[in-house]
């Protein structure tokens, strides 16, 4: 079954780019372009029209297995084979192809993910360039130790012990769709810096960025298997790969619901996994705190991406002398925000990225509102085509609220007023996550206090939601197991071997 591509040439994408959305997207598996049997498939949409723009193949379980043996020969054959300073140039020789390639996958991540395309070009191409880059320099970096050991037995025999780096081996990455081409770069640059071969299923919303990046790395010249990109559903691809005995190691970037299934799934087979789950992450700001930052705090931590980003500040926790300025400023900032297509770089709240998630946002806010909680701004999409939210502002919630605690993934804020430095660090901490927080205030010691106290992965000190390669990435509680980035994001890939000798 063919289905027909409709709307992409109505976007305002270049020709290359509209060829691309019009291929015959297949699966990158091994050395061929593979089509889901039953050639079954799924349709991408353009968030900002509804429309369609590009369908491609719903890989299961069968896709997954030849997936699995390919990277499995990969890992086997030629990719053990090359010396790490040969992965590290092949890294950085892709570096050099996703930067350009850039014009092509910024406008692929527009149409399909919604976000606007100064997004698409500094962090889908960018970050993940940069990315690329960092985890590249590590390739040549792995190192074991050699140890001294008290061995008793038998009498009077020395011994030298050290340990020796090895990659895990097959990789199962799984990725979800709020920054799809960085989200999988994460994954996979270290991965392949580790020496480990890779299977990626992309969101079933996002899998376009993820092919491209797929055909890239064969173009670079990775040996074929080295990574395979498989599409289709988290119920059907997703739960093969997570399930899969021959997956080494599996790495998941998603939603803590979802993240608890693949770490079960894991289990059974004895599978090394790292989570990287969801959030409610609390900005906590004092009232000593530069009122000039509340409309950077409201941008950048809170309505950047639609809030469709794990680290949201979506919990404000707001000094009860500055409450009323904060949240008059909040207000105007989410009045002011201009919403519309992506495509228009002077529009700051694009689509959410699918209608289930658009009515989903809302329906949250609806159920917080009848529990008693005030919407101050927005609450409601706008009127017209296309997934969108208005910027919501939400005073008034009582702790229990839903608004409060649970994850929204979109473009909401909850004001919640705290005493003093202990109300503060108990209302930060009072939540099942624990991924990100950040502390605003010109007293520095009061900012460590609060960064000392709360138990979040990441804590920002008068910022929010920047992110760097060489900065661990990570949640305490559920929001997930494992880091990201840095050296210790090298080791979720490499294996520790003890080696001991008699002398
Ligand atoms: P999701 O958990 O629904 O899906 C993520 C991925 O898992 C997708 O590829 C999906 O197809 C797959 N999946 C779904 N069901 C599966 C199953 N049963 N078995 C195996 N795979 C399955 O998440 P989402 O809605 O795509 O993304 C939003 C979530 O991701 C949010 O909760 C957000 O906080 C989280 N996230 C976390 C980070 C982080 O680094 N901590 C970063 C970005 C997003």
Redesign the pocket.
Same mark, same amino acid.
């Given at each position: 079954m063919t289905i027909q591509t409709r709307i992409s040439s109505g976007l305002p994408v270049s020709e290359r780019t509209k060829a691309f959305l019009a291929g015959d997207h297949k699966l990158i598996v091994g050395a061929g372009n593979l089509s889901a049997q039953g050639d079954a498939k799924i349709e991408v949409y353009d968030p900002a029209s509804g429309g369609v723009i590009a369908s491609v193949p719903a890989g299961g379980k069968a896709e997954v297995d030849t997936a699995v043996a390919a990277a499995r020969a990969a890992l086997e054959g030629p990719w053990s084979k090359l010396r790490p300073s040969e992965r590290e140039r092949l890294l950085l020789k892709l570096a050099d192809a996703v930067e350009a390639d850039g014009p092509l996958l910024a406008e692929v991540e527009t149409a399909n993910n919604g976000q606007s395309i100064g997004i698409a070009h500094a962090l889908e191409v960018g970050a993940s360039a940069e990315h690329l880059r960092y985890m590249a320099g590590w390739a040549t970096k792995c190192y074991g130790q050699t140890l001294d050991v008290s061995i008793p037995i038998p009498p009077g025999t020395r011994y030298r012990a050290m340990t020796r780096k090895e990659p895990v081996g097959v990789v199962g990455a799984?990725?979800?769709?709020?920054?799809p081409l960085l989200?999988a770069v994460w994954k996979i640059a270290p991965a392949l810096a580790a020496g480990c071969t890779v299977v990626l299923?992309?969101? %079933? %919303?996002t899998p376009l960025t993820a092919l491209r990046l797929g055909q890239l790395i064969r173009d670079t010249g990775f040996p074929e298997g080295v990574v395979n990109v498989v599409t289709g559903? &988290?119920?059907e691809a &997703?739960?093969a790969?997570?399930s899969h005995p021959g997956i080494d190691k599996l790495a998941?970037?998603?939603?803590? #619901?979802?993240?608890k299934?693949?770490g079960r799934?894991a289990i059974d087979n004895m599978t090394r996994f790292s989570l #990287?789950?969801?959030?409610k992450s609390p900005m906590v700001m004092f009232d000593d705190m530069n009122p000039d930052l509340i409309g950077l705090a409201a941008n950048l931590g809170v309505y950047f991406n639609q809030g469709q980003?794990?680290t949201c500040g979506s919990r404000v926790l707001v000094q009860k002398g500055i409450f009323d300025k904060v949240a008059q400023t909040f207000v105007a900032v989410a009045n002011g925000l201009k919403i519309g297509s992506g495509f228009d770089p002077a529009n700051q709240i694009n689509p959410l990225v699918s209608a289930k998630q658009q009515s989903r946002v809302l329906s949250m806010v609806e159920r917080g509102a009848a529990d008693g909680a005030m919407i101050v701004a927005g609450g409601a999409a706008p009127d017209g085509p296309g997934f969108f939210v208005k910027p919501t502002v939400i005073i008034g919630a009582k702790p229990s609220n839903v608004l409060v605690r649970e %994850?929204i993934?979109g473009p909401v804020v909850t004001l919640l007023p705290f005493t003093d430095m202990a109300d503060a660090i108990a209302q930060a901490n009072d939540s099942v996550y624990g991924?990100s927080a950040s502390v605003w205030s010109r007293d520095i010691e009061r900012c460590f206090i609060f960064a000392d106290a709360v138990k979040a992965g990441t804590v920002w000190i008068n910022t929010h939601n920047v992110v760097d390669p060489n900065m661990p990435?990570?949640?305490y509680k559920q929001?997930?197991i494992g880091r %990201?980035h840095g050296a210790v994001a090298i080791e979720n890939y490499l294996e520790t071997k003890a080696i001991c000798l008699a002398l």
């Open positions: 799984i990725v979800p769709w709020n920054f989200m299923k992309p969101a %079933e %919303e559903y &988290g119920h &997703g739960a790969l997570a998941f970037t998603g939603s803590t #619901e979802v993240g299934l693949i799934a #990287e789950l969801g959030g980003v794990c %994850e993934f991924l990435f990570g949640g929001s997930g %990201e």
